[in-house]
């Protein structure tokens, strides 16, 4: 991870080897003393004392210094420290510094982009990487999934069966810019592939598409997930059975409901049989290993088709 590129002294702002450069009066007047106190004198608050940690909805988690996004909500996890805690950050958006800290050696985590202190990494979080992300909860701020919205990038939910095939198909579709396979809808936290694939945990094999709105609508990407399984086969797709592979959309507000519902009633049309795909409010995505990322493509069965 990088600490930065080297930025020299501009308009009297103080020399830093990070993008952003304050005075520290500049600092202290900008930031809560709780924020304060973290991000520039490295200091830590006391465990399940921040809102943050019992955050459950779906969006990013930004520097409370900055703004610099640094860790996106599918990668939080429950570690029952007392601090909010994620498997991995945003790429480029921290860094990190080791030392001593009570007598032992850490890591530290900072933000690569003004260098405000974040809190430490740990080497005892859940497979496939190992990391626990340890953060401040005073050293952030959280953005909604909704408010994120208005920087030209949406993301919407689903799950169709198996998600490698389901993956590979929106990742062909014009206007999508990034997609990744996860699980949603579950009791469980932080679950395995092979968790959910015994079909006990409650979860869905979801693809989170990141797509532009300017090229290609979400009443469109509910269109073609309609039209890329059959929704009336229920908790099922083909040889794949069980409630891992149910077809269900996951809605972020009212806005979103009501397109999946009328497209819901559009398609009925096709089927003979109802259809029982499941429209439900947008839960947290946890991340499926990264063997399962872009799964057909990493084995030359498929060929990216993102445009």
Not at 215 to 221: C, D, G, H
């Amino acid at each position: 991870m990088s600490l930065g590129k080297l930025f020299g002294r501009s308009h009297g702002a103080p020399a830093s080897p990070f993008p952003v450069a304050r005075s520290e009066e500049d600092w202290r007047r900008s930031l809560s003393p709780a924020a304060y106190h973290v991000l520039r004198e490295h200091g830590a608050e006391p465990p399940f004392a921040s809102p943050l940690e019992r955050e459950a909805r779906p969006g990013r988690y930004l520097c409370a210094g900055c703004g610099q996004p640094l860790f996106d909500a599918a990668a939080k996890f429950d570690s029952g420290t007392g601090w909010p805690s994620f498997r991995s950050a945003i790429d480029g958006a921290v860094g990190c510094s080791f030392g001593r800290a009570c007598g032992a050696p850490r890591t530290a985590v900072h933000c690569a982009n003004c260098g405000g202190h974040l809190g430490h990494l740990h080497e005892d979080g859940p497979a496939p990487a190992g990391q626990r992300y340890s953060i401040n909860g005073a050293a952030l701020e959280f953005e909604p999934a909704a408010a994120a919205r208005a920087g030209g990038r949406r993301v919407a939910t689903f799950g169709a069966g198996c998600f490698w095939g389901v993956e590979q198909r929106f990742r062909e579709i014009e206007g999508v810019l990034e997609t990744s396979v996860g699980y949603a809808g579950g009791a469980v936290g932080s679950p395995t592939y092979r968790q959910v694939s015994a079909g006990d945990t409650g979860h869905a094999e979801v693809v989170q598409v990141a797509y532009d709105p300017a090229r290609i609508t979400y009443a469109e990407l509910v269109d073609r997930f309609f039209a890329m399984h059959d929704p009336t086969q229920r908790d099922r797709q083909g040889a794949d059975i069980g409630p891992q592979y149910r077809s269900v959309v996951f809605v972020d507000g009212p806005e979103e409901r009501a397109l999946a519902e009328a497209a819901l009633r559009r398609h009925q049309a096709r089927f003979r049989r109802p259809i029982v795909t499941e429209i439900a409010d947008a839960r947290p995505v946890w991340p499926a290993e990264e063997e399962h990322q872009q799964y057909l493509e990493k084995r030359g069965l498929a060929a990216c088709g993102r445009r």
